[in-house]
């Protein structure tokens, strides 16, 4: 599910549910309305490339996952997780739960 939030000073965020309802990604805040359209449109072509997903691994040892768009921009980020393959089952949510939004 995606859930698309206004901050409190005004900027657009999206976020992205899994079907339990977890948060499995937020987006950046973006200051524009047309840059925010621009990359929920393209949510669609992200979702089908495996090079917009850059895993990383945090200094203690947790593992989180950020969304590019297809200039390599960061768009997201997940939340931490405790295991590698813990972060590659979010990923695979986040792409399940993209294709249902989308």
């Known amino acids: ?3 698309i939030n206004q901050t409190d000073s005004g900027k657009l965020q999206f ?3 899994s079907s339990n309802g977890g948060l499995l990604m937020k987006s950046i805040e973006f200051d ?3 840059d925010f359209d621009t990359i929920v449109q393209k ?3 992200i979702k089908n490339s495996s090079l917009s997903i850059e895993r990383k691994t945090m200094l203690g040892g947790q593992f ?3 969304l590019k768009d297809t200039n390599s921009r960061m768009v997201g980020q997940s939340g931490t997780y405790s295991s590698e393959a813990g972060m590659e089952n979010g990923i695979n949510n986040l792409l399940q739960n ?3 939004a989308t």
Do not use: Q
Request: net charge positive; glycine share 0%; proline share 0%.
């Open 43 to 45: 949510l669609d072509s």
């Open 1 to 3: 599910m995606l859930k």
């Open 98 to 100: 993209l294709i249902k």
């Open 64 to 66: 989180v996952f950020h």
């Open 15 to 17: 976020e992205v549910f």
């Open 32 to 34: 524009s309305k047309s």
